[in-house]
């Protein structure tokens, strides 16, 4: 429930009440999201009777308002909250008051059984620091609550986190920046190979053993229930994005095992994530609700990442692509630590003091021999999960083995084809971290000393302008020729047309004039096929036309990996 307010003429405002269903933000069990915003320079203004009223005075006969610093406003929003609850005879909760990145805006937070009556008890808060209701109607809006919590609770009155006592199947938790779709996709390959029937969340769709059961993006508690209320399911793989966090919380109380891939800038600017820090903090929480006997499965070349270690209570599954382990690494596993690490095109799995081979490179087909770097790391993440929930070595080994990089198993992540001689690169690439990836894969293709690497470029409208010349920028410094492409799915709030001209000027701070455009990532596609000769590569950010792309390129060229 999401109820957005904005109080005119005042100096202050409600950004949001919002009810969390699960882990989230703010605390690890389901939470009511109070957050007010300043919205002038001066300091806010909040009501004399909220004073009198926490405090259990007599209340005054008229409501004024004065100034207040805004760490008062949160004690005073706080402690409103908390004298709610006593005058309703219930417990006080657990309640955090916290700063958000968003200058200005803080939050109270606290926990909640009963959703009618905490959202309604946190509007009255509200509404009492910002003096919108008198002594009467305070009396009368107490009265309903009493009501509420006397009334049978129904369905929807509870929390709809599955509560661990109430999950029988493990669970397998993937976030991430870049890296999550994949690696979802990997866990539950490995262990549908291994004979388990598996259910799994994605940003494409619910999937049971394999079989779409719902299309569409459920990264959210929604799709995570889906998973564990369908009784055939035997192991749990949930994808789990940063927007469901915020938004509702973590769809379960606790898991068994969890992935963090690595953690990069990507729609900061929105819901409150301002920076890639904050951002941490949000995927970290998947980590952190992992069981104390299960293990958290830690990127340990992303700092941010390996950082999550010291946050966990879970023992840490630390995975590196480096030849040379930094110093935590090397400690990890001289003190019996389980990690995953890369050497002469070998993965060695160090546990409890043993170092034993899980598999070469070369026989992971999505690694391409170890030529793409970021599926090696989807890879180890994918291995250690499945390590971690007790999968044996050899089927493992084996999982790894039967996954290919083919628009059947990983559709439109890094799927590569041979069209008349010019290698097609077809990626999910969505941010700039994205980007970089396809562009250093692409050029491993380019071994000819003629050959060019073309790239087509675009994303969604919901970032911040600096991210599109960033990557007009990007591919202009990396690619020898460029495409900038229109959205015609995903605009979210841009004109037809602005994205092009941002990434253009990205363009022209590298090389002083544009390239070419297109209005549809399919003519994108199309126009960079055409400027291509053989021996050229194509690299595509394809995040919205590939289901009509890779069929044709399935029908003209052939799938390579």
Not at 177 to 189: A, E
Not at 312 to 317: C, E, G, I, S, Y
Not at 459 to 471: K, N, Q
Request: net charge negative; aromatic share 4%.
């Amino acid at each position: 429930m999401f109820i957005p307010r904005f109080v005119s003429g005042e100096l202050m405002e409600i950004v949001e009440i919002r009810d969390l269903d699960g882990p989230n933000l703010f605390m690890l069990t389901p939470a009511i999201k109070l957050e007010l915003a300043v919205v002038a320079d001066d300091v806010p203004q909040v009501s004399t009777i909220a004073d009198a009223f926490v405090a259990g005075e007599a209340l005054p006969a008229e409501i004024t308002l004065e100034s207040a610093d805004l760490s008062r406003v949160k004690v005073l929003l706080a402690e409103t909250v908390n004298h709610l609850h006593d005058l309703c005879d219930v417990a006080r909760p657990t309640e955090i008051v916290r700063d958000m990145e968003t200058p200005g805006h803080v939050v109270v937070a606290y926990a909640w059984e009963r959703r009618a009556f905490a959202v309604a008890l946190g509007r009255l808060a509200i509404d009492i620091v910002l003096g919108e209701v008198d002594e009467a109607a305070i009396e009368v809006r107490i009265s309903q609550l009493r009501d509420k919590l006397a009334e049978p609770a129904d369905e929807d009155d509870a929390p709809e986190y599955i509560r661990r006592n109430a999950c029988r199947v493990p669970i397998v938790a993937i976030t991430g920046t870049n890296g999550k779709n994949t690696t979802t996709r990997l866990v539950s390959s490995i262990l549908m190979t291994a004979g388990r029937r598996v259910g799994w969340t994605s940003s494409s769709g619910v999937y049971i053993q394999g079989e779409e059961r719902v299309h569409g993006d459920y990264t959210g508690p929604s799709g995570a229930a889906s998973v564990l209320n369908d009784p055939s399911v035997e192991v749990a793989v949930l994808e789990t994005a940063r927007g469901g966090i915020l938004l509702r919380g973590i769809g379960y109380e606790a898991n068994d095992v969890s992935v963090v891939t690595n953690i990069s800038a990507d729609h900061l600017g929105t819901q409150g994530v301002l920076s890639v820090e904050g951002l941490a903090e949000v995927k970290s929480l998947v980590a952190r609700v992992t069981r104390p006997d299960g293990f958290a499965v830690l990127n340990a070349d992303d700092p941010l990442v390996l950082a999550m270690r010291l946050q966990v209570m879970a023992k840490p599954f630390l995975v590196t692509r480096q030849a040379e382990p930094d110093e935590v690494v090397t400690m990890h596993i001289a003190s019996g630590g389980w990690a995953l690490t890369v050497a002469d095109g070998l993965i060695h799995w160090h546990h409890d003091g043993q170092d034993d081979v899980l598999a070469a490179l070369s026989d992971v087909p999505v690694t391409f021999g170890g030529r793409a770097g970021h599926m090696v790391e989807n890879a180890l993440c994918a291995a250690a999960a499945c390590l971690g929930l007790g999968l044996p070595l050899d089927q493992v080994r084996e999982g790894l083995s039967a996954f290919r990089p083919h628009a059947d198993q990983n559709r439109g992540r890094l799927n590569v084809f041979d069209l008349h001689g010019v290698t097609v690169i077809i990626d999910f690439a969505h941010n700039e971290a994205g980007l970089r990836h396809l562009l250093q894969f692409g050029r491993s293709f380019a071994t000819a000393a003629d050959a060019r690497l073309i790239a087509i470029v675009g994303t969604a409208g919901d970032r911040p302008d600096a991210v599109f010349r960033s990557i007009g920028r990007m591919a202009a410094e990396q690619a020898d020729a460029v495409v900038v492409k229109d959205s015609t799915r995903y605009l979210r709030g841009r004109e037809p047309g602005e994205m092009i001209a941002l990434m253009q000027e990205g363009v022209a701070e590298a090389h002083g004039d544009g390239r070419p455009s297109a209005s549809s990532e399919r003519a994108g596609v199309e126009q960079g096929i055409e400027m291509a000769k053989p021996g050229d590569v194509v690299a595509v950010m394809c995040i919205e036309d590939y289901d009509e792309i890779l069929p044709w390129l399935e029908r003209e060229g052939t799938s390579i990996g």
